[in-house]
């Protein structure tokens, strides 16, 4: 049986929403330093980084969003039975990657999998430079090493929901970030 969208969900908050806006602020602040000079392409990576993505440029100075495009890619890993995943595209980017100052925005780095897959593809079509930025990371959990430059929190191996993290779809929405149990 489907369950209720109404359903009491038994979240804790590990990060409240002024701290999460805070932080948003700081990354965009670094970005708007260190993009100064440049006409930056956003990827962002599905479905996750949608919120964290438009929050971070809810916070850039106007002269670099009138510079900046942004785009989206889909990504879908599967564990299966063995134990190396694998990833597959589910939607490719519309703008040329080639010759770009590329920021890949990710809301949540886990074994790194999904983003080492993402910035192979993205390396070989030739950008200008290439860097990540995350709302979370899980460094504990790492199996792919990915080099992140901008990173909102690092927590530590648990669960979490909200501000664009779901669990079955759910909880994407929250403004805070949540351990689920
Ligand atoms: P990866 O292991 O490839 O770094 O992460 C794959 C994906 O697993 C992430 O992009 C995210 O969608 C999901 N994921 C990993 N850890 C968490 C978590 O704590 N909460 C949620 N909601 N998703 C997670
Ligand atoms: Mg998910």
Known sequence: MPRSPLETPALRVLIERPQVEQRIGELAQMLAADYAGSAPLLIGLLNGAVQFMMALMERLPGELLARLDYDFIGVASYQGTESSGQV??????????????????????????????????????????????????????????????????????????????????RYRALRHIAAIG
């Open 88 to 169: 597959e595209l589910t939607k490719d980017l519309v703008v040329a990657v080639a010759g770009r100052d590329v920021l890949v925005v990710d809301g949540i780095v886990d074994t790194g999998r999904s983003l080492d897959f993402v910035m192979a593809m993205i390396a070989s079509r030739q950008p200008l430079s290439l860097k990540v930025c995350t709302l979370l990371n899980k460094p504990a959990r790492r199996e792919f090493p990915v080099p992140i430059e901008y990173c909102g929190f690092e927590i530590e191996d648990t669960f979490v929901v909200g501000y664009g993290m779901d669990c079955d779809q």
